[in-house]
């Protein structure tokens, strides 16, 4: 989506290994988003961000970790990954004069399967 | 805290016929409601979004949804389904009055559209 990527897009990892996947914005926005997509329960917050170094926990925060140390990158790891972890990862951006009204654009998304 | 409640899984309609996807929400206070829409293997698109005014809300693609604070819904509606409608559709919410911009989703309602 335009002004937002997520790294990688497909990614196949093993159990207990650590990962990052990583979004990249362009519009300078001051807030940035992680949620997770499972089947039957929408999109979940994991962390979120109001700016750079300013981060704070989601619903479903436990085994996860982010970092922004610029404006334009959110990371996110998954410090020892698990089955349970395994979702599709997405990241969304917000911020004024984006005409949305507060709504968020999102990336297209992060595909992770913990074997 | 917040929440959103999607209570059907899935809306069939035919091609050219009416439809309603339901939300209900609840906040402390009062609500920004949005309306995403995802098609296979994509990231969530914004629809629509009231913030304030008026209760009928027009977005994108022939959707509008309409704001009904004595029951807290902001069904989703357009007049005349087309087979491209068929996705997955979220409504989201957000506290009006609070610093927290994090969304709140719902569990998702797969709309399929018959020819």
């Known amino acids: 989506d335009a002004g937002i990527t997520q790294s990688p897009r497909h990614k196949v990892t093993e159990t207990g290994t650590p990962v990052t996947l990583r979004c990249h914005q362009t519009e300078n926005h001051r807030y940035m988003y992680w949620y997770r997509q499972d089947p039957g329960h929408g999109l979940r917050l994991i962390h979120y961000s109001y700016g750079v170094k300013d981060t704070d926990k989601g619903e479903v925060s436990d085994g996860y970790s982010v970092s922004r140390s610029k404006t334009e990158d959110f990371l996110l790891t998954l410090e020892s990954a698990t089955s349970s972890q395994t979702s599709v990862y997405f990241c969304?951006?917000?911020?004024?004069?984006?005409?949305?009204?507060?709504?968020?654009?999102f990336g297209s998304g992060t595909r992770l399967t913990v074997v | 805290a917040q929440s959103v409640a999607q209570p059907e899984d899935q809306v069939n309609v035919a091609e050219g016929n009416p439809l309603t996807v339901k939300c209900t929400y609840s906040?402390?206070?009062?609500?920004?409601l949005f309306w995403y829409v995802q098609y296979p293997n994509r990231g969530l698109q914004f629809l629509l979004k009231y913030i304030t005014g008026d209760n009928l809300v027009k977005g994108s693609y022939g959707f509008e949804a309409e704001f009904n604070k004595s029951q807290t819904s902001f069904h989703l509606k357009k007049p005349s389904a087309l087979v491209s409608d068929s996705a997955l559709y979220f409504c989201a919410v957000r506290e009006k009055d609070t610093g927290r911009r994090a969304l709140t989703f719902g569990s998702g309602t797969r709309l399929q559209v018959q020819p």
């Open positions: 969304a951006i917000s911020g004024s004069g984006d005409g949305l009204g507060f709504g968020y654009t």
């Open positions: 906040v402390s206070g009062n609500p920004y």
